[in-house]
């Protein structure tokens, strides 16, 4: 069996807010065409590694790379490159409610494409469907309910065709068919595009159904204790605050 390529590399990360260390001595890698889940209860640091990864917060100590590039010590113009080539769908959507969904997601596109407005249209269109929104582009947020709000929200983060996707939280206040619909999503997505994806959550049904690996990290500990696909650490850990992380403290 070939070996993966590694898409991310994280190396003696530490994550920090003043004196304050959140998470100390994360290394992991994250390989291509990955779903990647980052795990672990309310308050370790989820969304600060996310923020990390995703250049809206230097790290206190460690390093991100992504290939060979060493992201945090490049310059900002090389960062903003590196983003161009990642889609982020923020846990709230953070669609522009003022716009309709073709104009959410053109405005990337009118932004760094050289595109002409019928090109656009036609991505428009290519990028809902995908999506399960065709024949939605004229429609507002406010229209939509929150999982088809999500489904827009993943459509603009597909505009310009990354190669990576971050997802923060992306079941956060969904119904459960809903959440599954969208886990589903995800991995029609991966399997179609082979888009890296990086998720953020602590909902145990999208860890479970879409992950093929993923790290855990320990707020009491403040660091990772775990990585690898969450079906396999639940039947082989001896660590008990991962396995109540796992099954919920239900006992077996």
């Keep these: 069996m070939a070996a993966k390529e590694v898409h991310i590399l994280v190396r003696d990360l530490t ?3 003043g004196d304050f260390v959140v998470m100390r001595d994360l290394t992991f890698d ?7 889940i980052v795990m ?22 460690g390093k991100v790379l992504y290939g060979e590039v060493d992201f945090w010590g490049a310059d900002a113009q090389t960062r903003d490159l590196i983003m161009r080539g990642a889609g982020v769908m923020y846990q709230r959507g953070a669609l522009w409610s003022s716009m309709t969904l073709a104009e959410n997601i053109s405005l990337p596109l009118e932004t760094y494409t050289d595109l002409t407005e019928g090109q656009i249209r036609e991505v ?25 709000q999500k489904r ?3 459509a603009r983060a597909m505009a310009l065709d990354p190669g990576i996707l971050f997802f923060d939280e992306p079941s956060a206040g ?14 029609e ?49 001896h660590d008990p605050t991962l396995r109540q992380f796992l099954t919920r403290g239900e006992k077996s």
């Design 15 to 17: 994550m920090a807010y």
């Design 30 to 36: 994250i390989n291509r065409a990955d779903i990647f």
């Design 40 to 61: 672990g209860g309310s308050g370790c640091g989820k969304s600060t590694l996310m923020k990390i990864l995703i250049g809206l917060k230097p790290p206190a100590k």
């Design 124 to 148: 428009v269109e290519w990028k809902l469907a995908l999506v399960g929104l065709a024949g939605f582009e004229e429609f507002y947020p406010a229209d939509l309910s929150g999982g088809m």
């Design 152 to 154: 827009a929200a993943i």
């Design 174 to 187: 969904l119904d459960p068919v809903s959440a599954r619909r969208l886990d589903d999503l995800i991995l």
């Design 189 to 237: 997505l991966n399997d179609s595009l082979g888009t890296t994806m990086v998720v953020v959550t602590h909902e145990l049904a999208s860890i479970f159904t879409i992950a093929t690996n993923a790290v855990f990290l320990d707020s009491s500990k403040r660091t990772m204790t775990a990585i690898g696909n969450p079906k396999q650490l639940l039947a082989q850990t």
